[in-house]
């Protein structure tokens, strides 16, 4: 469940805060908060539990992974499979007790994304393009739940996600990339080749042009600029990490991007506050 590993958990609910405020034009409902809240966590320990179980004859040949426990061995297939149910049930209720129907009815497509990516990559080079998808399905729940509808703004900022969940994945799978051509397994990492940094820049710059996009949109001002680029310059240390391509530093750009998701919250907060 990565329970002591809380950094996808926090890419996750940053997008999903962005998306509550705007929907609410300032401070959302407790209740949402608190729901979307523990939905976020409880989705992103389904997603990890199902990612090991697609991954269990994989996991052992990766440095990064090889201590796994389904592995291992430590947890068996039923176990997990039967956690990864559990997880998303607890989710499922809070949604069908606590929100409206359109926001039930989305659900069904997270639970659909979280089930199919970690399958991807022995299929397409674009693992990364479904992983965002599901990272990003929560704005227009969220959205839904606290709006009754979901906007256009709602999908601009779906975009502007699944297009920085893109890029921030890819400096996760750089991490692996070694293992991952010796085994066959694929990523955006492998298919950018030594075009990555050329290409996670693209995908950063688009990113934080749809977010400008988003706050022209919803009206937002200069605390929400300021936000957005904070971000950005997050983003050219995370380049400067990266230039070596080393395991290390590439992790380390992939967990600053909580940082630069951090920023684009408390700037669009306090836009909403102060405006």
């Not at 926001?103 to 990364?128: C, D, E, N």
Request: hydrophobic letters at 55%; proline letters at 3%; a positive charge.
């Amino acid at each position: 469940m990565r329970i002591n590993r809380p950094i996808g958990s926090l890419l996750l609910l940053w997008p999903t805060w962005w998306a509550l405020w705007l929907a609410a034009d300032g401070f959302p409902s407790l209740a949402n908060l608190v729901i979307f809240t523990l939905g976020v966590f409880f989705m992103r320990a389904a997603g990890c539990v199902i990612n090991d179980f697609a991954d269990r004859n994989l996991d052992g040949h990766v440095k990064r992974t090889r201590e796994r426990p389904l592995a291992t061995g430590r947890v068996r297939p039923g176990e997990a499979i039967a956690l990864f149910l559990g997880l998303c049930l607890v989710s499922f209720l809070m949604v069908v007790f606590f929100t409206n129907r359109l926001t039930l009815w989305l659900s069904f497509g997270g639970v659909s994304l979280a089930f199919i990516y970690p399958f991807m990559k022995r299929y397409t080079h674009l693992p990364q393009i479904v992983l965002g998808a599901a990272f990003s399905w929560a704005i227009p729940m969220a959205w839904a739940a606290e709006a009754g509808e979901v906007t256009r703004i709602a999908w601009l900022l779906y975009i502007a996600n699944l297009v920085w969940t893109v890029a921030y994945d890819t400096l996760y799978a750089m991490v692996d990339r070694d293992d991952d051509l010796r085994i066959g397994i694929k990523s955006t990492a492998v298919l950018f080749g030594d075009m990555d940094r050329a290409a996670v820049g693209v995908l950063q710059a688009t990113t934080l042009l749809t977010l400008l996009l988003v706050g022209f949109q919803a009206q937002l001002g200069a605390l929400f600029v300021l936000g957005v680029l904070t971000m950005g310059g997050l983003f050219g240390y995370q380049q400067w990490l990266i230039q070596s391509r080393d395991r290390d530093s590439c992790f380390r750009a992939f967990l600053n991007n909580n940082w630069a998701g951090f920023a684009m919250f408390l700037g669009l907060a306090l836009d909403l506050a102060l405006s």
